[in-house]
């Protein structure tokens, strides 16, 4: 099973650092209906979306409903068949594997926290960077301003269990997004908050 699928079958769960910290990740979001922020991102989309760590598939199902060619990816099968079900197409697929119209996505959606995936958010903005048409944008959630960059190991734990593997993972703040986004060759459009939740427009040139 993937770390994450308990979180998409709506199991409460939270990510365990090696500290012995614990941060809740917010499942319930994952399957709701789109909130304020994820509006903004989903009427940032003006053309074909690549929506990467999918999960469920609110998001792509969302700019499905509302005309936009999307595309979910995510390495859990799980979230592909839960993405099907709400009427999108997904594929399984690690983002850093080959993904169909390689360079010609309009946007890529990196929402609930997926900027952390590898632990590298340098790495991964340069990946998606790759995935984008020239003009193209990342739509990336980021954490509050004052938490910087952060990485460490973790793992997913539910209430019944610990999870058993450690992976790496990152969180960016908003206070660090713009230079992490130079270091991948991509330039900020904007940064606000919406809901409570920050997000920012990446650009590639």
Known sequence: MNDFEPGLLGHHCWLELATGERISLPTERWRATPDPGDELLLNSCTGPTIDIGCGPGRLTAALSERGVVALGTDVSAVAVRLTHAAGAPAVRRDIFDRQPAE???????????????????????????????????????????????????????????????????????????????????????????????????????
Do not use: K, M
Request: charged letters at 25%; one cysteine or more.
């Open 103 to 205: 360079g010609r996505w309009r946007h890529a959606l990196l929402a609930d926290g997926n900027i952390g995936i590898g632990g590298d958010p340098v790495r991964l903005l340069n990946r998606v960077r790759e995935l984008l048409c020239a003009g193209g944008s990342a739509l990336v959630e980021v954490e509050p301003p004052g938490t910087g960059l952060r990485r460490g190991r973790v793992r997913v734990s539910t209430g019944e269990s610990l999870g058993a593997r450690w992976f790496d993972w990152a969180w960016l703040g908003a206070d660090a997004a713009a230079r992490t986004a130079s270091r991948a060759g991509l330039r900020t459009n904007w940064l606000r908050d919406a809901g409570g939740r920050w997000f920012t427009e990446l650009v590639r040139p």
